[in-house]
């Protein structure tokens, strides 16, 4: 491949795709789902979503509409197909990763 010699800010994926990042949280949001439900021949009712992940195992995504909430344990759900239920779903050591 190609060496990249110019210094960006940031901090490289690598380790993370190999599963030897350390814990850090992530914040994306989108707003495709909700420009595509008012798009002619789109899906209706598709709202934004924010999502946070932490401790590289949990996801908590909300819708930005209705303020729904789904948590996702990403070590037993990788898909995200089945939220977890509460109070299991965030245990306390995760939370203060979280903030750490």
């Known amino acids: 491949g190609v060496k990249d010699t110019v210094k960006r800010p940031g901090l490289p994926l690598t380790e993370f795709f190999k599963g030897d990042a350390p ?7 989108t707003y495709y789902r909700e420009e595509q439900g008012q798009t002619r021949g789109g899906i209706p009712g598709l709202n934004a979503w924010e999502a946070v992940r932490i401790a590289n195992r949990y ?21 995200e197909k089945q939220p977890v239920t509460f109070p299991e779903a965030l245990p306390l050591e995760a939370g203060v990763a979280a903030v750490s």
């Open 23 to 29: 814990d850090r949280l992530a914040y994306c949001e």
């Open 59 to 79: 996801k908590v995504i909300t819708d930005v509409r209705t303020g729904s909430t789904s948590v996702f344990d990403l070590a037993l759900d990788p898909h």
